[in-house]
């Protein structure tokens, strides 16, 4: 089936609100890793290992990844980016957003049909957070590939 939406992995939530793991969305290191159409993913999966970049028998294998194919790879590496200024924001009456600075990559990247990515921590397991669709493929050659995140934040919630 492919790519049709964004969503947050259910068991993440699940994890974090049942404290399964030592979570800190601050001080964690947040990657975004971009991806191919080959990958149809579901959010309902069964296991932490399932929603985690290049966890086995996931989704998000390396051999679907989309990287930087010039340079080594070092403008949008493998395993994604880091993303910055990560925040949670209740600012907003009724609901909690998840934000980070827009994602990227070095100014002389070549990349290829991205058509979504992976928001992963990477200091836990590398287990995903969310997924994001982009709407189609992406590319770029010899620039700036940016994701440029919702003014809503990568993930919001209604209360």
């Given at each position: 089936?492919?790519?049709?939406?964004?969503?947050?992995?259910?068991?993440?939530?699940?994890?974090?609100?049942?404290?399964v793991t030592a979570f800190d969305y601050d001080a964690d290191t947040i990657k975004f890793a971009l991806y191919n159409n080959s990958i149809t993913p579901d959010n309902d999966v069964a296991t932490d290992v399932l929603t985690a970049y290049n966890g086995a028998a996931s989704q998000w294998l390396?051999?679907?990844?989309?990287?930087?194919t010039t340079g080594g790879g070092t403008d949008w590496p493998a395993g994604g980016v880091t993303l910055g200024t990560k925040t949670v924001d209740v600012s907003a009456a009724d609901f909690v957003a998840i934000r980070a600075a827009n994602a990227a990559s070095?100014?002389?990247?070549?990349?290829?049909?991205?058509?979504?990515?992976?928001?992963?921590?990477?200091?836990?397991?590398?287990?995903?957070m969310?997924?994001?669709?982009?709407?189609?493929?992406?590319?770029?050659?010899?620039?700036?590939?940016?994701?440029?995140?919702?003014?809503?934040?990568?993930?919001?919630f209604a209360l």
């Open positions: 089936m492919a790519w049709s939406n964004s969503k947050m992995f259910q068991r993440y939530l699940s994890n974090r609100i049942g404290n390396t051999a679907n990844e989309v990287i930087d070095g100014a002389t990247a070549d990349i290829a049909n991205a058509f979504g990515g992976l928001v992963y921590d990477s200091t836990i397991s590398n287990v995903g969310c997924y994001n669709y982009f709407g189609g493929g992406n590319s770029v050659t010899n620039g700036t590939f940016t994701v440029v995140w919702h003014a809503n934040g990568i993930v919001r």
